[in-house]
């Protein structure tokens, strides 16, 4: 009894440090100013941004630290200095981050991190990709002592595991069975935990609209079990449309606190899955409009401290995703969403019939809720444009990322050399989830508008 309680202890000790290694982050970011946090959901949202960005500083050490004690050295020195840093730099912080939450907003939010929590702590792992990629790459990580990439991954039974996806969630999953000690199927889960927190509170910093923020909080039940059985899939969806809906917030009220939000929740998505840089790059590009003709388009010249502030965005969002793209291609670790010769023979084949093309699309639209939210979105739209003549830029830039991701997962499983009805019936349920949550973004943006506007 008195190990187990321990063992607990332990693990918490170290998550609660991992979370706070997040003010060391927030110290290359845009400075937040005690007039940023102004509403109890931006507090909620800057809480969020810290503890996300822990995971991320957490993922960064491990990449250039290999070993597990190298980088819980150079943990400890930056939840120690970093903290003691930010503390000294943002003192008026403190007392602008008192929270004044009504009891109702508390019991939500508690319920529902118990809810999704005791799922991810007492469920084992079962599933093919939470057992066989993520979580397999997170006890390989643990049997070599750290994110080295040696000659443990060319393992020639490896190939089924994907060994080129990222490493956040299986690093941190590691480091749970690290400090335990042993491995076993329910521990390295706990780092699941680390991704439910950030994505909860920030979904619960968009509760000063009562009506759009329920809509909200169902869209982040749609994931279902992928919320807690080891998959990415799902928070995936969450980080990338909440980062996508704090830079429009960001936009709109030039408020730091969105924009560090948004940066950290896009880094945080960037790291999770191969695709998630394909997304983020969709949901950066149909940004950067709506960027230019606030920022840039209107200025006789160009803010030269606008532009590095843009720089140092870009870089946090996809510098880290990059790296381990670097780190990967040198040793010899091939990606697996590359189009060689022969996917394009099988798309051009499957382009000159329109079969294929319809079975794509229709079994993609069965999938993860997407027809539903394409139904919501036109409706909403529609309604939108009826009463108010012309839908926002903000809505428009959101389903245009939607559009997009959803032309490249079309292409993408046009290609694949397998089957094409297995592969979709195994994966679209997951892969469809961002379009889902996007689609499901813009629907909430013009809920909000409606809110807004009748107040």
Not at 28 to 44: E, F, T, Y
Not at 185 to 199: D, G, I, R, T, V
Request: hydrophobic content about 55%; glycine content about 8%.
């Amino acid at each position: 009894m008195l190990n187990a309680i321990s063992l607990i202890a332990a693990c918490s000790l170290f998550g609660l440090s991992v979370q706070i290694l997040g003010l060391t982050g927030l110290l290359i970011l845009p400075r937040v100013q005690p007039n940023d946090l102004d509403a109890s959901g931006r507090k909620l949202r800057y809480l969020a941004a810290i503890l996300a960005g822990g995971v991320i500083v957490n993922y960064l050490l491990g990449l250039l630290c290999n070993s597990f004690d190298r980088a819980f050295i150079a943990a400890l020195f930056l939840c120690v200095a970093g903290t003691l840093v930010y503390l000294k730099v943002n003192r008026g912080l403190l007392h602008a981050l008192k929270f004044d939450f009504s009891w109702v907003t508390c019991c939500f939010l508690t319920a529902a991190g118990v809810l999704i929590g005791a799922q991810i702590v007492f469920e084992p792992l079962y599933g093919w990709d939470a057992r066989s990629i993520w979580f397999f790459h997170a006890k390989v990580i643990n049997h070599i002592g750290g994110l080295y990439i040696n000659e443990a991954w060319w393992s020639v039974d490896f190939p089924f595991s994907h060994i080129d996806y990222p490493k956040m969630i299986a690093y941190l999953g590691a480091q749970f069975a690290h400090i335990a000690g042993f491995w076993n199927e329910y521990l390295p889960k706990w780092s699941l935990l680390l991704l439910l927190f950030p994505a909860l509170l920030g979904i619960f910093s968009f509760c000063e609209n009562r009506v759009s923020f329920i809509f909200l909080g169902l869209l982040f039940f749609v994931p279902g079990s992928l919320l807690w059985n080891g998959y990415m899939d799902g928070y995936l969806a969450i980080y990338a449309g909440l980062g996508a809906l704090f830079a429009l917030d960001w936009l709109e009220s030039n408020n730091r606190v969105d924009l560090v939000a948004a940066v950290i929740f896009l880094t945080v998505a960037c790291n999770l899955k191969n695709e998630g840089m394909v997304l983020i790059g969709v949901i950066s590009v149909c940004l950067m409009p709506l960027i230019w003709r606030k920022f840039f388009k209107q200025s006789s010249r160009i803010d030269l401290w606008s532009v590095s502030q843009a720089v140092v965005c870009v870089l946090m969002i996809f510098g880290l995703a990059f790296l381990w793209v670097c780190l990967r291609q040198y040793n010899g670790i091939a990606g697996d969403m590359q189009f060689s010769g022969a996917s394009l023979t099988k798309l051009s084949e499957r382009f000159a019939n329109v079969d294929p093309l319809l079975t794509t699309m229709r079994l993609m639209s069965l999938a993860g809720g997407l027809w539903q939210s394409v139904i919501v979105a036109c409706v909403s739209a529609i309604l939108y444009r009826f009463v108010h003549n012309r839908i926002p830029s903000a809505v428009l830039a959101i389903i245009s990322m939607a559009l997009i991701y959803t032309v490249i997962l079309v292409v993408v499983y046009l290609s694949t050399p397998y089957d094409l009805v297995w592969h979709l019936l195994s994966s679209a349920p997951r892969t469809t989830l961002p379009i889902t949550f996007l689609l499901g973004a813009a629907s909430y943006r013009l809920l909000q508008q409606f809110e807004r506007i009748n107040k």
